[in-house]
């Protein structure tokens, strides 16, 4: 298994959302707390309890093309302790190519500081109402 | 605001599900923390945050009729340390006189030990797929 170490929650998410835009199945394990009991709930889907169904269930959603999605995430809402941290965020998925922008995903995700750094211990993801939020507008590449 | 004390997460979450099936609108607050931020999401609804839109949303809900529909709760999964407990558990509803269970809810509570015992900070409640899972049966009334 991985020996990738976040030193902190907010070090682990941005690994956990940058595996999720390039379908990276190791990063997305390496997120993951191998110590504890994980659960993931996949907007719409089944609870998913352990490594195995974890892993599985992010393997059939890579290999499904997830790859081929933006992600924006956005309106984070934090709560932390010395050995846990509660974030609240709204993700946002584009796909190239295409005008309508897909439902966003309200995301609760939990981290905990493990012996190996900080790790998911839980992800719950569900649709939330409305429009997905639109990208920041990109810096610009040309400044004088 | 209540001075109602939690010694664990387990009396916590116990309360909140009481106040849930009662529609109990003090007691569902006594179980929130009034020290963080909160965030609560009921199924399919929007993210709310902050001790006034949380009560507002259950003030809702309770108005609306909540307190008729019996409440099982199931399958419960606790990630737990010194100072926080994540709970993942299926709310099953059931509406007395109605044949059809409602869909099951599949619910993150997450908890933390403040000076004033265990209090929820947040509740992320979706839709989950299946059939809602039956109550368990009524102890028998006449032992012998």
Same mark, same amino acid.
């Given at each position: 298994?991985?020996?990738?170490?976040?030193? =902190?929650?907010?070090?682990? !998410?941005?690994?956990?959302? $940058?595996?999720? $835009?390039?379908?990276?199945?190791?990063?997305?394990?390496? %997120?993951?707390? $191998?110590? !504890? $009991?994980?659960?993931?709930?996949?907007?719409?889907?089944?609870?998913? /309890?352990?490594?195995?169904?974890?892993?599985?269930?992010?393997?059939?959603?890579?290999? +499904?093309?997830?790859?081929?999605?933006?992600?924006?995430?956005?309106?984070? /809402?934090?709560?932390?302790?010395?050995?846990?941290? %509660?974030?609240?965020?709204?993700?946002?998925?584009?796909?190239?190519?295409?005008?309508?922008?897909?439902?966003?995903? %309200? +995301?609760?995700? /939990?981290? %905990?500081? =493990?012996?190996?750094?900080?790790?998911?211990?839980?992800?719950?993801?569900?649709?939330?109402?409305?429009?997905? !939020?639109?990208?920041?507008?990109?810096?610009?590449?040309?400044?004088?």
């Amino acid at each position: 298994m991985s020996t990738r170490i976040f030193p =902190t929650a907010q070090d682990a !998410e941005a690994a956990f959302y $940058e595996a999720l $835009e390039r379908a990276d199945l190791e990063l997305m394990m390496a %997120v993951w707390s $191998e110590d !504890e $009991e994980i659960v993931c709930i996949h907007p719409g889907g089944a609870r998913l /309890v352990g490594q195995d169904q974890v892993r599985d269930s992010w393997r059939q959603i890579f290999a +499904a093309g997830g790859a081929r999605a933006r992600l924006h995430v956005a309106q984070q /809402v934090a709560i932390a302790g010395p050995m846990f941290a %509660v974030h609240s965020v709204q993700e946002n998925f584009s796909v190239p190519g295409e005008k309508r922008a897909s439902q966003p995903v %309200v +995301a609760t995700n /939990v981290y %905990v500081r =493990t012996a190996a750094g900080w790790r998911m211990i839980m992800h719950h993801g569900s649709p939330a109402p409305g429009a997905a !939020e639109p990208p920041p507008p990109a810096p610009p590449k040309i400044l004088h």
